[in-house]
Protein backbone atom coordinates (compact mmCIF):
# COMPACT_ATOMS: atom_id res chain seq x y z
CA UNK A 1 0.00 0.00 0.00
CA UNK A 2 1.59 3.39 -1.08
CA UNK A 3 -0.20 6.92 0.88
CA UNK A 4 -2.85 7.86 -1.89
CA UNK A 5 -1.60 11.54 -1.01
CA UNK A 6 1.93 11.99 -1.45
CA UNK A 7 2.84 8.09 -2.57
CA UNK A 8 5.09 7.12 0.17
CA UNK A 9 5.09 3.30 1.09
CA UNK A 10 5.90 3.73 4.74
CA UNK A 11 2.71 3.38 6.81
CA UNK A 12 2.22 2.78 10.10
CA UNK A 13 -0.69 0.56 11.66
CA UNK A 14 -2.63 2.85 13.88
CA UNK A 15 -5.63 0.77 14.35
CA UNK A 16 -6.84 -2.71 12.81
CA UNK A 17 -10.40 -3.07 13.13
CA UNK A 18 -10.63 -6.54 11.33
CA UNK A 19 -12.23 -7.47 7.95
CA UNK A 20 -15.70 -6.46 8.01
CA UNK A 21 -18.37 -6.10 4.86
CA UNK A 22 -19.40 -2.62 3.32
CA UNK A 23 -21.24 -1.12 6.24
CA UNK A 24 -24.15 -0.25 3.60
CA UNK A 25 -24.36 -3.06 2.06
CA UNK A 26 -27.60 -4.76 3.67
CA UNK A 27 -28.92 -8.11 3.39
CA UNK A 28 -32.42 -8.65 2.22
CA UNK A 29 -34.55 -12.13 3.95
CA UNK A 30 -33.15 -14.05 0.74
CA UNK A 31 -30.00 -13.04 1.18
CA UNK A 32 -29.26 -14.41 5.05
CA UNK A 33 -28.06 -17.96 3.89
CA UNK A 34 -25.66 -16.29 1.26
CA UNK A 35 -21.84 -15.70 2.27
CA UNK A 36 -21.03 -12.02 2.54
CA UNK A 37 -17.85 -10.65 1.18
CA UNK A 38 -15.32 -9.58 3.88
CA UNK A 39 -12.51 -6.44 3.26
CA UNK A 40 -9.47 -5.33 6.17
CA UNK A 41 -10.94 -2.69 7.85
CA UNK A 42 -7.32 -1.40 9.00
CA UNK A 43 -6.36 2.36 9.48
CA UNK A 44 -2.47 3.34 8.70
CA UNK A 45 -0.72 6.74 8.89
CA UNK A 46 1.90 7.96 6.47
CA UNK A 47 4.79 8.54 8.09
CA UNK A 48 5.58 11.60 5.32
CA UNK A 49 2.56 13.19 4.63
CA UNK A 50 0.59 12.20 7.74
CA UNK A 51 -2.81 11.63 6.06
CA UNK A 52 -4.63 8.55 7.76
CA UNK A 53 -5.86 6.21 5.33
CA UNK A 54 -7.25 2.75 4.84
CA UNK A 55 -6.70 0.83 1.91
CA UNK A 56 -8.95 1.13 -1.23
CA UNK A 57 -10.74 -2.35 -1.49
CA UNK A 58 -14.16 -1.27 -2.68
CA UNK A 59 -15.17 0.97 -5.03
CA UNK A 60 -16.88 4.16 -4.86
CA UNK A 61 -19.17 2.93 -7.97
CA UNK A 62 -19.88 -0.20 -5.56
CA UNK A 63 -21.01 1.60 -2.74
CA UNK A 64 -22.95 4.58 -4.22
CA UNK A 65 -24.51 3.46 -7.46
CA UNK A 66 -27.34 2.80 -5.20
CA UNK A 67 -27.37 3.85 -1.76
CA UNK A 68 -29.25 3.61 1.67
CA UNK A 69 -28.53 6.50 2.97
CA UNK A 70 -30.60 9.78 2.91
CA UNK A 71 -29.78 13.11 4.40
CA UNK A 72 -33.01 14.44 5.17
CA UNK A 73 -33.94 11.48 7.69
CA UNK A 74 -32.32 13.47 9.80
CA UNK A 75 -33.72 16.69 11.42
CA UNK A 76 -30.84 18.18 12.58
CA UNK A 77 -28.70 17.80 9.39
CA UNK A 78 -31.63 19.40 8.03
CA UNK A 79 -31.28 22.35 9.63
CA UNK A 80 -27.32 22.25 9.94
CA UNK A 81 -27.66 22.54 5.73
CA UNK A 82 -30.40 25.11 6.42
CA UNK A 83 -28.34 27.33 8.58
CA UNK A 84 -25.40 27.16 6.62
CA UNK A 85 -26.69 28.14 3.40
CA UNK A 86 -28.54 31.00 4.97
CA UNK A 87 -24.64 32.00 5.81
CA UNK A 88 -22.55 31.60 2.80
CA UNK A 89 -25.73 33.54 1.42
CA UNK A 90 -24.63 36.67 3.85
CA UNK A 91 -20.79 35.65 4.07
CA UNK A 92 -20.16 35.44 0.21
CA UNK A 93 -23.32 37.84 -0.83
CA UNK A 94 -24.48 34.94 -3.50
CA UNK A 95 -27.48 35.87 -5.74
CA UNK A 96 -30.09 35.46 -8.41
CA UNK A 97 -26.69 35.70 -10.89
CA UNK A 98 -24.45 33.42 -8.32
CA UNK A 99 -23.91 29.38 -9.28
CA UNK A 100 -23.57 27.29 -6.68
CA UNK A 101 -22.46 23.21 -6.69
CA UNK A 102 -23.04 20.73 -4.56
CA UNK A 103 -20.61 17.21 -4.77
CA UNK A 104 -22.09 14.26 -3.30
CA UNK A 105 -25.52 16.07 -2.60
CA UNK A 106 -27.81 13.81 -1.70
CA UNK A 107 -31.27 13.73 -1.74
CA UNK A 108 -31.21 17.74 -1.92
CA UNK A 109 -31.37 18.09 1.73
CA UNK A 110 -29.00 21.10 1.18
CA UNK A 111 -29.60 22.58 -2.08
CA UNK A 112 -33.31 23.48 -1.84
CA UNK A 113 -32.89 25.65 0.31
CA UNK A 114 -30.60 27.57 -2.60
CA UNK A 115 -33.41 26.74 -4.45
CA UNK A 116 -36.23 28.48 -2.22
CA UNK A 117 -33.30 31.43 -2.03
CA UNK A 118 -33.37 31.58 -5.92
CA UNK A 119 -29.55 31.04 -6.41
CA UNK A 120 -29.06 28.93 -9.47
CA UNK A 121 -27.53 25.77 -8.35
CA UNK A 122 -26.87 22.23 -9.33
CA UNK A 123 -26.07 18.90 -7.39
CA UNK A 124 -23.70 16.21 -8.03
CA UNK A 125 -24.64 12.86 -6.87
CA UNK A 126 -23.63 9.69 -7.83
CA UNK A 127 -26.29 7.61 -6.26
CA UNK A 128 -29.03 6.94 -8.77
CA UNK A 129 -31.80 6.36 -6.37
CA UNK A 130 -31.02 9.76 -3.75
CA UNK A 131 -30.38 11.78 -7.09
CA UNK A 132 -33.73 10.60 -8.52
CA UNK A 133 -35.55 11.96 -5.27
CA UNK A 134 -33.27 15.12 -5.21
CA UNK A 135 -34.69 15.83 -8.22
CA UNK A 136 -38.59 15.11 -7.54
CA UNK A 137 -37.89 17.82 -4.98
CA UNK A 138 -36.96 20.05 -6.96
CA UNK A 139 -33.37 20.34 -7.02
CA UNK A 140 -31.49 20.41 -10.10
CA UNK A 141 -29.10 17.03 -9.76
CA UNK A 142 -26.99 15.54 -12.48
CA UNK A 143 -26.07 11.67 -11.57
CA UNK A 144 -22.38 11.63 -11.71
CA UNK A 145 -18.80 10.74 -9.58
CA UNK A 146 -16.68 14.04 -9.86
CA UNK A 147 -13.14 13.80 -11.72
CA UNK A 148 -11.59 16.57 -13.15
CA UNK A 149 -13.01 15.27 -16.67
CA UNK A 150 -16.23 14.96 -15.49
CA UNK A 151 -16.25 18.93 -13.74
CA UNK A 152 -14.86 20.11 -16.95
CA UNK A 153 -17.76 18.95 -18.54
CA UNK A 154 -20.08 20.17 -16.08
CA UNK A 155 -18.43 23.82 -16.25
CA UNK A 156 -18.49 23.90 -19.86
CA UNK A 157 -22.29 23.17 -19.66
CA UNK A 158 -23.55 25.50 -16.86
CA UNK A 159 -20.43 27.89 -15.80
CA UNK A 160 -18.06 28.26 -13.37
CA UNK A 161 -19.57 28.24 -9.41
CA UNK A 162 -19.44 31.07 -7.42
CA UNK A 163 -19.08 28.06 -4.36
CA UNK A 164 -18.68 24.73 -4.85
CA UNK A 165 -19.84 22.82 -1.63
CA UNK A 166 -18.18 19.03 -0.77
CA UNK A 167 -19.98 18.21 2.74
CA UNK A 168 -18.76 14.94 4.14
CA UNK A 169 -17.58 13.29 0.83
CA UNK A 170 -13.36 14.32 0.76
CA UNK A 171 -13.35 11.16 2.99
CA UNK A 172 -15.33 9.43 0.87
CA UNK A 173 -13.11 9.23 -2.71
CA UNK A 174 -9.67 6.86 -3.32
CA UNK A 175 -8.62 9.02 -6.22
CA UNK A 176 -7.72 12.18 -3.77
CA UNK A 177 -5.35 13.87 -6.49
CA UNK A 178 -8.24 13.47 -9.38
CA UNK A 179 -11.28 14.57 -7.18
CA UNK A 180 -9.27 18.20 -5.82
CA UNK A 181 -8.67 18.83 -9.41
CA UNK A 182 -12.28 18.44 -10.09
CA UNK A 183 -13.05 20.65 -7.11
CA UNK A 184 -10.72 23.37 -8.65
CA UNK A 185 -11.97 22.73 -12.01
CA UNK A 186 -15.54 23.45 -11.00
CA UNK A 187 -14.20 26.77 -9.47
CA UNK A 188 -14.73 30.34 -10.60
CA UNK A 189 -11.33 32.12 -10.40
CA UNK A 190 -12.50 34.30 -7.66
CA UNK A 191 -14.48 31.46 -6.23
CA UNK A 192 -15.05 29.88 -2.78
CA UNK A 193 -14.64 25.93 -1.92
CA UNK A 194 -16.57 24.81 1.39
CA UNK A 195 -15.96 21.62 3.04
CA UNK A 196 -16.88 19.42 5.96
CA UNK A 197 -15.02 16.53 7.08
CA UNK A 198 -14.89 15.15 9.98
CA UNK A 199 -11.48 15.99 11.79
CA UNK A 200 -9.22 13.30 13.33
CA UNK A 201 -8.74 15.55 16.12
CA UNK A 202 -11.67 14.13 17.47
CA UNK A 203 -11.69 10.49 16.11
CA UNK A 204 -8.09 9.95 18.08
CA UNK A 205 -8.22 11.97 21.23
CA UNK A 206 -11.98 11.05 21.99
CA UNK A 207 -11.72 7.32 20.74
CA UNK A 208 -14.16 8.17 17.51
CA UNK A 209 -13.13 4.33 16.31
CA UNK A 210 -16.46 4.08 14.68
CA UNK A 211 -16.13 6.32 12.05
CA UNK A 212 -13.90 4.21 10.15
CA UNK A 213 -15.02 2.38 7.20
CA UNK A 214 -14.81 1.35 3.98
CA UNK A 215 -16.66 4.42 2.55
CA UNK A 216 -13.92 6.53 4.30
CA UNK A 217 -10.83 6.39 2.91
CA UNK A 218 -8.91 8.67 4.54
CA UNK A 219 -9.31 10.85 7.69
CA UNK A 220 -8.14 14.62 8.03
CA UNK A 221 -6.43 16.82 10.00
CA UNK A 222 -5.79 20.64 8.83
CA UNK A 223 -2.61 19.66 7.89
CA UNK A 224 -2.71 17.19 5.85
CA UNK A 225 -6.59 18.46 3.99
CA UNK A 226 -4.03 21.62 3.34
CA UNK A 227 -1.64 19.46 1.59
CA UNK A 228 -4.39 17.19 -0.60
CA UNK A 229 -6.21 20.71 -1.54
CA UNK A 230 -2.84 21.91 -2.54
CA UNK A 231 -2.22 19.33 -5.37
CA UNK A 232 -4.64 21.30 -7.01
CA UNK A 233 -3.83 25.05 -6.44
CA UNK A 234 -6.31 25.73 -3.23
CA UNK A 235 -5.68 27.02 -0.24
CA UNK A 236 -7.23 27.04 3.19
CA UNK A 237 -8.44 30.52 4.44
CA UNK A 238 -10.44 29.85 6.95
CA UNK A 239 -11.66 26.89 9.50
CA UNK A 240 -15.08 26.52 11.64
CA UNK A 241 -15.60 24.26 14.27
CA UNK A 242 -18.58 22.14 13.99
CA UNK A 243 -20.66 19.73 16.36
CA UNK A 244 -21.81 17.47 13.77
CA UNK A 245 -20.53 13.72 13.28
CA UNK A 246 -18.61 13.74 16.77
CA UNK A 247 -17.21 17.38 15.83
CA UNK A 248 -15.75 18.16 12.21
CA UNK A 249 -14.37 21.05 10.77
CA UNK A 250 -15.73 23.31 7.73
CA UNK A 251 -12.54 24.29 5.28
CA UNK A 252 -12.83 27.65 3.11
CA UNK A 253 -11.11 27.47 0.12
CA UNK A 254 -9.89 29.41 -2.42
CA UNK A 255 -7.71 29.54 -5.57
CA UNK A 256 -4.31 30.56 -4.02
CA UNK A 257 -3.70 33.52 -6.45
CA UNK A 258 -6.72 35.06 -4.12
CA UNK A 259 -6.15 33.22 -0.48
CA UNK A 260 -4.76 34.11 2.09
CA UNK A 261 -4.97 32.08 5.56
CA UNK A 262 -7.15 33.58 8.77
CA UNK A 263 -5.75 33.41 11.79
CA UNK A 264 -7.88 30.41 12.40
CA UNK A 265 -6.21 28.36 10.68
CA UNK A 266 -3.13 29.31 12.17
CA UNK A 267 -4.44 28.33 15.93
CA UNK A 268 -5.98 24.77 14.69
CA UNK A 269 -2.25 24.17 13.12
CA UNK A 270 -1.07 25.51 16.85
CA UNK A 271 -3.91 22.93 18.57
CA UNK A 272 -3.24 19.94 16.43
CA UNK A 273 1.22 20.45 16.88
CA UNK A 274 0.35 20.51 20.60
CA UNK A 275 -2.01 17.84 20.16
CA UNK A 276 1.35 15.90 18.64
CA UNK A 277 -0.74 15.30 15.59
CA UNK A 278 2.48 16.37 13.29
CA UNK A 279 4.03 13.07 14.94
CA UNK A 280 3.25 9.54 14.11
CA UNK A 281 3.54 8.63 18.26
CA UNK A 282 0.45 11.47 18.80
CA UNK A 283 -1.85 8.74 16.55
CA UNK A 284 -1.01 5.69 18.42
CA UNK A 285 -3.59 6.11 21.16
CA UNK A 286 -6.79 5.16 19.25
CA UNK A 287 -6.23 1.31 19.65
CA UNK A 288 -6.48 1.12 23.64
CA UNK A 289 -9.04 3.37 23.42
CA UNK A 290 -10.89 1.43 21.01
CA UNK A 291 -10.51 -1.48 23.29
CA UNK A 292 -11.89 -0.13 26.12
CA UNK A 293 -15.12 0.94 24.52
CA UNK A 294 -15.42 -2.82 23.16
CA UNK A 295 -15.05 -4.09 26.54
CA UNK A 296 -17.34 -2.02 28.25
CA UNK A 297 -20.11 -1.86 26.03
CA UNK A 298 -19.57 -6.45 25.65
CA UNK A 299 -19.97 -6.24 29.72
CA UNK A 300 -22.97 -4.10 29.60
CA UNK A 301 -24.92 -5.96 27.16
CA UNK A 302 -23.62 -9.08 28.68
CA UNK A 303 -24.85 -7.99 32.02
CA UNK A 304 -28.47 -7.12 30.40
CA UNK A 305 -28.66 -10.22 29.02
CA UNK A 306 -28.14 -11.83 32.29
CA UNK A 307 -30.49 -10.09 34.03
CA UNK A 308 -33.04 -10.89 31.55
CA UNK A 309 -33.43 -7.64 30.23
CA UNK A 310 -34.56 -6.68 26.66
CA UNK A 311 -31.99 -4.56 24.47
CA UNK A 312 -32.77 -2.91 20.83
CA UNK A 313 -31.07 -0.50 18.95
CA UNK A 314 -31.80 2.52 17.36
CA UNK A 315 -30.57 3.46 14.14
CA UNK A 316 -28.36 1.34 10.90
CA UNK A 317 -25.61 3.87 10.26
CA UNK A 318 -22.56 3.20 8.78
CA UNK A 319 -20.78 3.77 12.18
CA UNK A 320 -23.29 1.51 13.94
CA UNK A 321 -21.84 -1.67 11.72
CA UNK A 322 -18.38 -0.88 12.49
CA UNK A 323 -19.20 -1.12 15.98
CA UNK A 324 -21.45 -4.38 15.78
CA UNK A 325 -18.68 -6.00 13.48
CA UNK A 326 -15.98 -5.06 15.69
CA UNK A 327 -16.94 -5.75 18.70
CA UNK A 328 -19.05 -8.62 18.05
CA UNK A 329 -22.45 -7.91 18.59
CA UNK A 330 -25.06 -10.19 16.95
CA UNK A 331 -28.80 -10.70 17.49
CA UNK A 332 -28.58 -12.79 21.00
CA UNK A 333 -27.47 -9.48 22.46
CA UNK A 334 -29.18 -6.74 20.26
CA UNK A 335 -32.31 -8.44 19.44
CA UNK A 336 -32.77 -6.14 16.47
CA UNK A 337 -32.58 -2.30 15.84
CA UNK A 338 -34.83 0.62 14.22
CA UNK A 339 -34.42 3.46 11.55
CA UNK A 340 -36.71 6.10 10.41
CA UNK A 341 -35.55 5.08 6.64
CA UNK A 342 -38.12 2.91 5.40
CA UNK A 343 -35.34 1.96 2.69
CA UNK A 344 -33.93 -0.32 5.24
CA UNK A 345 -36.78 -1.51 6.73
CA UNK A 346 -37.14 -5.36 6.75
CA UNK A 347 -33.35 -5.87 5.81
CA UNK A 348 -30.08 -6.54 8.31
CA UNK A 349 -27.03 -5.29 9.11
CA UNK A 350 -23.83 -6.59 7.16
CA UNK A 351 -22.22 -8.63 9.12
CA UNK A 352 -23.64 -8.88 12.29
CA UNK A 353 -27.52 -9.37 10.50
CA UNK A 354 -29.92 -7.94 12.90
CA UNK A 355 -33.10 -7.12 11.20
CA UNK A 356 -33.68 -3.45 10.94
CA UNK A 357 -37.74 -2.57 11.86
CA UNK A 358 -39.76 1.22 11.79
CA UNK A 359 -38.98 2.97 14.39
CA UNK A 360 -42.72 2.46 15.76
CA UNK A 361 -41.76 -1.50 17.08
CA UNK A 362 -39.99 0.41 20.09
CA UNK A 363 -43.03 1.55 20.97
CA UNK A 364 -44.88 -1.90 20.48
CA UNK A 365 -42.32 -3.50 22.80
CA UNK A 366 -41.29 -1.25 24.93
CA UNK A 367 -37.85 -2.50 25.49
CA UNK A 368 -35.80 -2.83 28.70
CA UNK A 369 -33.05 -0.57 27.24
CA UNK A 370 -32.41 1.14 23.41
CA UNK A 371 -28.82 1.20 22.67
CA UNK A 372 -28.34 4.72 19.93
CA UNK A 373 -26.01 3.43 17.47
CA UNK A 374 -25.38 7.21 15.53
CA UNK A 375 -24.35 8.90 19.45
CA UNK A 376 -23.13 12.04 17.20
CA UNK A 377 -27.22 12.88 16.80
CA UNK A 378 -27.84 12.58 20.45
CA UNK A 379 -29.53 15.64 21.32
CA UNK A 380 -32.11 15.06 18.09
CA UNK A 381 -32.21 11.14 19.69
CA UNK A 382 -32.79 12.06 23.62
CA UNK A 383 -35.32 14.37 22.31
CA UNK A 384 -37.08 12.01 19.77
CA UNK A 385 -37.17 9.19 22.30
CA UNK A 386 -37.86 10.86 25.57
CA UNK A 387 -41.22 9.21 26.16
CA UNK A 388 -39.66 5.45 26.56
CA UNK A 389 -39.11 6.46 30.31
CA UNK A 390 -42.66 6.14 30.60
CA UNK A 391 -42.46 2.89 30.89
CA UNK A 392 -38.93 2.49 33.00
CA UNK A 393 -37.00 2.58 29.22
CA UNK A 394 -33.22 3.31 29.16
CA UNK A 395 -31.91 5.19 26.36
CA UNK A 396 -27.88 4.17 26.08
CA UNK A 397 -25.29 5.70 24.13
CA UNK A 398 -21.59 3.72 23.34
CA UNK A 399 -19.88 6.65 22.80
CA UNK A 400 -17.38 8.68 23.10
CA UNK A 401 -18.03 6.45 26.90
CA UNK A 402 -20.58 4.04 27.58
CA UNK A 403 -23.35 6.41 29.15
CA UNK A 404 -27.11 6.47 30.00
CA UNK A 405 -29.36 9.80 29.06
CA UNK A 406 -29.97 11.49 32.06
CA UNK A 407 -33.79 12.15 32.27
CA UNK A 408 -33.75 14.47 34.54
CA UNK A 409 -31.82 17.20 32.43
CA UNK A 410 -32.60 16.63 28.73
CA UNK A 411 -30.71 19.48 28.36
CA UNK A 412 -27.59 17.72 28.89
CA UNK A 413 -28.00 15.95 25.19
CA UNK A 414 -26.86 18.65 23.52
CA UNK A 415 -24.02 19.49 25.37
CA UNK A 416 -23.08 14.92 24.82
CA UNK A 417 -23.29 16.26 21.01
CA UNK A 418 -20.77 18.58 21.34
CA UNK A 419 -18.03 16.50 22.80
CA UNK A 420 -15.47 17.48 20.69
CA UNK A 421 -12.22 19.62 20.37
CA UNK A 422 -12.79 23.30 20.08
CA UNK A 423 -10.41 25.10 17.71
CA UNK A 424 -9.92 28.01 18.91
CA UNK A 425 -8.31 26.41 22.73
CA UNK A 426 -8.07 22.97 22.01
CA UNK A 427 -9.76 21.61 24.69
CA UNK A 428 -12.89 19.15 24.59
CA UNK A 429 -16.49 20.89 25.06
CA UNK A 430 -17.75 19.13 27.93
Not at 42 to 67: D, G, K, S, V
Not at 408 to 423: G, H, K, Q, T
Request: aromatic share 8%.
Amino acid sequence: MRCRLCGCDRLVSVLDLGATPPCEKFLGPDELDSPEPTYPLHLRLCEECLLLQIPALITPEETFTEYAYFSSYSDSWVRHAKTFVAQAIERLSLDSDSFVVEVASNDGYLLRHAVAAGIPCLGIEPSVNVGAAARAAGVPTETAFLTEESARRIRAEHGPANLVVANNVYAHVPDLLDFTAGLRALLAEDGWVSIEVHHALNLLRLGQFDTIYHEHFQYYTLASAEQALATADLRVVDVESLTTHGGSIRLWARPSAVAEPGERVDRLREIEDEAGLHSASGYLDLRPRAEQVRRELLRFLLDCRDAGRRVVGYGAPGKGNTLLNYCGIRPDLLEYTVDRNPYKHGKFTPGTRIAIHPVERIDEDRPDVVLVLPWNLEAEITAQLGHIREWGGELVYPLPTLHHAEWADLDRAESVARASIDITTGRRTR
